[in-house]
Structures are given as C-alpha cells and as structure tokens.
C-alpha cells in the first residue's frame, strides 16, 4: 500500500529552522510530483512547496527566500527546509504525491509550532 510518512515537526522560537522530511513507499517515487501543504488552524489548506520529478520547484509567495523544497530519489524523501520561521508559519504540515491526474496521496501531517 502506499505511505507517506512526514517527520521533523516540533517547537521552536521565530527565527528558527527546522527540516521536515516525507518518506514514500509503495509508489514509483521518481516520477512523481511532491509536494508540501499546511493548514493553520482556522484556515484552508494551502501549497507551500512542490518540486517536479524533473527537480523543478515552485513556491508561496508566503514562503518564498526562507523555505527550501529537494527531493532524494534514492531515498524516496522529499524535504521541506524552513528557515527563519514566523509564528503565522504555524500549522501542520502535509506531504502529498501526485501523479497525472487519477493518482494522489497524502501523508497524515506534522505539527509545526512557531511560539516563543
């Protein structure tokens, strides 16, 4: 069956970084789209991130200089660095992957906290 497994949420004070990492399994990683949502509590879900099998990488505006999407084909891992974390990046945090448009999957979300 196909996973996606998020990890490398957690707390940390505005101006911090953390990485988050998805790991896939039960998908042909390599061909597929991926890509990083979050919802803040109170809001929509929205795109963060997406980085193309051939590595082409697009973001929100939101996030744009502070936050940086990569993928491991390898290691069937896409990474969501984040730095110079604010509080309004507050959410959590879902990977999905996406291919054409009868197939897409979604990971169950990590908690990201910016408080001081």
């Known amino acids: 069956q196909v996973q996606l497994v998020e990890s490398g949420g957690g707390l940390v004070q505005p101006g911090g970084s953390l990485r988050l990492s998805c790991a896939a399994s039960g998908i042909t990683f390599s061909i597929y789209t991926m890509a990083w949502y979050r919802q803040a509590p109170g809001k929509q879900r929205e795109l963060v991130a997406a980085?193309?099998?051939?590595?082409?990488?697009n973001y929100a505006d939101s996030v744009k200089g502070r936050f940086t999407i990569s993928r491991d084909n390898a290691k069937n891992t896409v990474y969501l660095q984040m730095n110079s974390l604010k509080p309004e990046d507050t959410a959590v945090y879902y990977c999905k992957a996406v291919r054409g448009l009868h197939y897409d999957y979604w990971g169950q979300g990590t908690q990201v906290t910016v408080s001081s």
């Open positions: 980085i193309t099998s051939g590595s082409s990488s």
